[in-house]
């Protein structure tokens, strides 16, 4: 059980990264929010897998892999646009 946590918060680390590399400019993230962005992308990931067939929510598969990336990208997205240059106008 310890390791199935284990193994899923360095996955979701790994997804973080992943995503805000695949994510242009710059991101003001810390290792915690990229962390917390990537379990979140993971948990999303692997529920959508499971609902379609592919898999159990906490086995890892390309299907819950790249759905996990997809929304990590965007949650680092979000987190970005709301952290981002507050005082700076266009």
């Known amino acids: 059980m310890i390791w199935d946590v284990i193994g899923f918060l360095v996955f ?3 997804v973080g990264a992943v995503a805000r590399l695949i994510k242009p400019g710059k991101q003001d993230l810390s290792w915690v929010a990229t962390l917390g962005l990537g379990v979140v992308g993971s948990l999303v990931g692997g529920l959508i897998a499971s609902l379609i067939g592919s898999g ?3 086995e890892l598969n ?6 996990a990336i997809v929304v990590a990208v965007a949650l680092v997205g979000t987190a970005e646009a709301m952290t ?3 005082g700076a106008r266009t």
């Open 12 to 14: 979701g680390l790994v």
């Open 62 to 67: 390309i299907i819950g892999a790249i759905i």
């Open 56 to 58: 159990d929510i906490f």
């Open 84 to 86: 981002g240059k507050r």
